[in-house]
């Protein structure tokens, strides 16, 4: 078995090559869940990094851990998890090791996150307007004039009309898009330096998804963002991101930059994913599947994870755990038995 | 909100019509005659005509309810049939005393229960969760004029600490609060409770950890916000049931509001006094029921705006 | 890239409880957590719930059997003198001392008067849901069935009865009738058949749309026998649930009642009226206050749980809380 690389010595590289600094790194992250009887190991040994202005795709199926790695980052955990391993750098600051206090002063201002369901994301017994200004009245002290008067610039910023007029109504008087909108100005409105978004168009009409995602990419270049864009969607990650990290049963089995990830997969869950996107322009006979099953989190193989399921299976793969490998100054695997990909 | 609030203020007069009937002839038609506690057996008949002609007993019934009513609504109910004072009088004074047990009971109830209910569900399963629901369980369990007699015995007869019956000085109206608000003390609790441990569990809460704030705001102004539905619902309920439980408690009490003066003239056959109290009673039923109903609707923004 | 397999044909070791990469072994701190989850209380809830039922059917049980008892008692002429004969060199006995549950202060046995008492108490509140429920059960099916304006006046009715102070209106009706049980019985009945009716009134609206009543209703049937046969039958477990809340409010209104002075008249045992006469000697002589107090508070006890339990299995949209 190879050694892993530490993450720490990890610089993100665009897909240039230029290499930017990292903003965030997830140290071999392992995040449990204590269930009555059983540890569920739902994020197993990650490692990642974003950069400063990097828009990071984490994808992969539901239940993978993406979710819960970025809750892990923002430590809004359940009250059965815990993260039992790993670090979290931010700032020269590890935020595992933080108080309650000193964490909750970065929610919402250093880093901020938005969620998939922006129809029941939002207090429905308050206006928009004051929503957002109680974010900056958290970390700030200042008038509530000022205070309303940058949640109302917010949220003419993200897009939504007669922003001051609309401060002022409740949530349930706005779309499903509009809400998104302002769930990204709640997150946004203290210029924070990172921002974890969960499946945040999921919920939404192919049309607005655009939109939205669009609405991030500028922001990205407009306030030098970094985004953990996490979904399960590839178009998505195709059509914003940077770079990729590909999840599978809590690890991370495949990390690179879209271009690499997207032209030349190793990993076979990848390719797998790929192959699954249907044409738009070609037909086809039957979509692609890939079959099995995710093992259950209380029952992981000691061996590979998605041994089970991979067609370049050898005796290896299913005795021994591959460890993440760095195999191009922009890709990192895990795999025993990677093929090139042919679609 | 405005329609919706005169249709009800509308219905609300119709119902009170319909009880005042109900109320008024049901009195009348009772066995029993007032003339017979006013006078001497001995020249009974002469004096229970003349008697009769003094107080207007004698007309027909639908007359003399229509005449009461019209007095009734000029603000003048008439004299009480035992002691001749004016009943305008003895409400007033009456009203004043229920307003204050009322009151008071009202502020224990949700200044013990709001707290106490939000704490529980907050420490969810904790011994503190399980004493809370322990009281509430006693509170409910327990007749009221059992808890009455309890407390009279251990801290007013055993202890002096308070006095036993009366209604002089502020000492005199905390035992009866206690006993009235017992039982609302004990369903807000475990209402409360409930409520906030289903808003706990929304998402919103998790947006609102987000957004870095403390933890104490999240809880107290934003969970309690959203889970104040079914507690004004509920109030709404527990206004009317409260006012039947007024009748025992100032009874046991002699706290002489209006439900003390109810359960006497009904005892003593005191037409004028127990039509006039019943019809106001309800009167206030029906408007408790009607400021409820205005009370839910509003707490609602999406029922108060009309959502998209 | 070959066939993938349509299975994994494979066997893979399983590690159960193993975790696949050793945990460190220095002892880390518990991150605190941000919001709360389910915990081990939240899951046995379903179970405790059915313990529930089982405890307060149980004790109802107990108190039924009581209350036949006692009911033998109250209607057979030649055996009112349990409950009747006073002893007046035998008054105030304690419990224990000669007699089972003691004496009160005319001599009577407490055990004898707290078992008509119970009957009383329970008979009423069966009495007043026999009928409150029947007549609910009509009007709140008749008024959810056919809507229109029967549905509009029986609804005014309700919304007028339902919420109503069960001693406002005792009150109220003791000073129509004369003071005594039938008042009492007859006053609540007046307030509760709202409260069966609300809700009767609300399930048929929805039972109304389910698809065998669209069959017999084309087949012909007539409204009395599809709300008879078909509706009334699906809505008794929640009607089980509300008897058993309603007995409780009624054993407790009644005792009221009968405390200040206004229920069930002597020589009929009640148990508010035995905690009435009590009064005088609680300092000395408690239990002739605490027996039945106890007895009414157990009584209600029963009845709740009982209502709770079978409120979690038949429905639980019926929470009181």
Sequence with gaps: ?343 | MLTFIVHRAIYSVFLLFIASVVIFYGLRVAPGEVTDILTNPANRSFMVANLEEKLGLNKPLPLQYFIFMGNFLKGDPGLSLINGEPIMTMLGRATGYTLKLGLLAAILTYAIAIPLGVIAAWKRNTVFDYGASLLAVLGMGVPNFLLAIILIQEFAVKRHWFPVAGYDSWKHIILPAIVLSAEAIAINLRVVRASVLEELNRDYVRTLYAKGLQERKILWIHVLRNSLPPIIALAGVMLRTLLGYTLIVETIFRWPGLGYQLVNSVLKRDYTVAQTLAILLTLAVIFFNLLADIGQQWADPRVRQGSK | MGRSARSPGVEIAMASTNPTLPISTVPIEEIPSGAPGRTFGDRMAPLVANKLALFGGVLTLGFFVVAVLGAVVLLRGDLHYLYLDQNLRGTLKHPGDGSLLGTDNLGRSMFWRLIAGTAVSLWAGIAVTAISMTIGLILGSVAGYTRGWTDRIISALIDLTWGFPLILVAVIFVGMLEPGLTAVIVAISVVNWAGYARIVRAQVLTLKERAFIEAARSLGVPTWKIILVHLVPNMLGTMLVMASYYIAVTVIAEAGMSFIGLGAQPPTPSLGQMVSEGRKFLSKDPWIVALPGVMIALLVLALNTLGDGLRDIFDPRLRRW
């Design chain 1, 1 to 343: 078995m190879v050694a892993t690389t530490p993450a720490n010595n990890y610089h993100a590289r665009t897909a240039t090559g230029e290499s930017r600094e990292p903003l965030l790194t997830l140290d071999h992250v392992t995040t449990v869940i204590h269930a009555r009887k059983r540890t569920l190991r739902a994020v197993e040994d990650v490692s990642l990094s974003i950069g400063k202005g990097e828009i990071l795709g984490v994808v992969g199926e539901s239940g993978c851990g993406k979710s819960m790695t970025a809750l892990t980052i923002m430590r809004l955990l359940p009250q059965s998890a815990v993260a039992a391993q790993g670090s979290i750098m931010f700032d020269d600051r590890d935020l595992l090791k933080l108080s309650g206090n000193e964490m909750r002063k970065i929610r919402g201002n250093q880093i901020s996150m938005v969620f998939q369901e922006p129809m029941t994301a939002l207090d429905p017994a308050f206006t928009v307007g004051s929503q957002i200004a109680e974010v900056v009245h958290a970390h700030e002290t200042v008038s509530n004039d000022e205070a309303m008067q940058r949640a109302v610039r917010m949220l003419d910023r993200l897009g939504i009309p007669n922003a001051d007029r609309r401060a002022n109504d409740y949530p349930h008087q706005f779309s499903g898009g509009m809400r998104q909108r302002v769930m990204l100005a709640l997150a946004l409105v203290m210029n924070p330096k990172l921002l974890l978004a969960d499946e945040p168009t999921t919920a939404l009409d192919v049309t607005i998804q655009a939109q939205i995602l669009e609405l991030i990419a500028e922001l990205r270049k407009e306030l030098g963002l970094s985004v953990m864009l996490i979904t399960h969607n590839l178009g998505v990650v195709h059509e914003i991101a940077d770079r990729v990290a590909v999840m599978y049963a809590g690890e991370v089995v495949e990390t690179g930059t879209v271009a690499e990830i997207f032209s030349n997969p190793r990993h076979p869950y990848t390719q797998g994913l790929l192959r699954s996107m249907p044409y738009l322009i070609k037909r086809q006979p039957t979509l692609h599947v890939i079959p099995g099953r995710v093992p259950e989190l209380w029952a992981m193989p000691n061996a590979c994870r998605f041994a089970a399921r991979c067609p370049n299976r050898t005796e290896q793969c299913i005795k021994d755990h591959p460890a993440l490998e760095r195999i191009e100054i922009n890709h990192e695997l895990r795999c025993f038995n990677p093929t090139s990909f042919v679609r």
